[in-house]
């Protein structure tokens, strides 16, 4: 996925996906217990955080997965996330261990991001929503 147009802000950050799903390499990878461990965290989460980049454009937030997670992913493509600011109705942050989450919300759902300085890239968001 090319990077977007328009950014006014980018993050490294880690996007809780509910449908993620390991593909066949990483499985093998993996292994039983790696497989195991996977779904046991899928399912006390609810989903699996994915590596990727946030983007904050002057119209959207936008989640794109990286590289290493693109190739360990079964159907890469339908992790990135496209919010356009309008559609957006709160962004909150809350704890996370080691990294705040921010939860970008939206009437049919919520894009969960963790990140380093997450308290300063939700008010940007904020800001470009203009709240």
């Known amino acids: 996925m090319s990077k977007p147009e328009n950014v006014i802000a980018k993050k490294l950050v880690n996007a809780l996906?509910?449908?993620?799903?390991?593909?066949?390499?990483?499985?093998?990878?993996?292994?039983a217990g790696g497989r195991f461990g996977t779904n046991a965290a899928?399912?006390?989460?609810?989903?699996?955080?994915?590596?990727?980049?946030?983007?904050?454009?002057?119209d959207a937030v936008e989640f794109h997965p990286n590289g290493i997670n693109r190739m360990l992913h079964?159907?890469?493509?339908s992790m990135s996330?496209?919010?356009?600011?309008r559609s957006i109705t709160?962004?909150?942050t809350r704890?996370?261990?080691g990294t705040q989450i921010i939860d970008v919300?939206?009437?049919i759902g919520t894009l969960s991001i963790r990140c380093y300085g997450a308290q300063g890239f939700a008010k940007k968001i904020e800001a470009a929503r203009g709240v």
């Open 17 to 31: 996906m509910k449908d993620a799903e390991v593909g066949d390499r990483a499985q093998r990878l993996l292994g």
């Open 42 to 58: 899928k399912k006390l989460m609810g989903g699996l955080w994915v590596g990727g980049t946030a983007y904050l454009t002057k």
């Open 74 to 77: 079964k159907d890469p493509d």
């Open 81 to 85: 996330v496209i919010l356009p600011l």
């Open 90 to 92: 709160s962004v909150e």
């Open 95 to 97: 704890f996370g261990i």
């Open 105 to 107: 919300k939206t009437a």
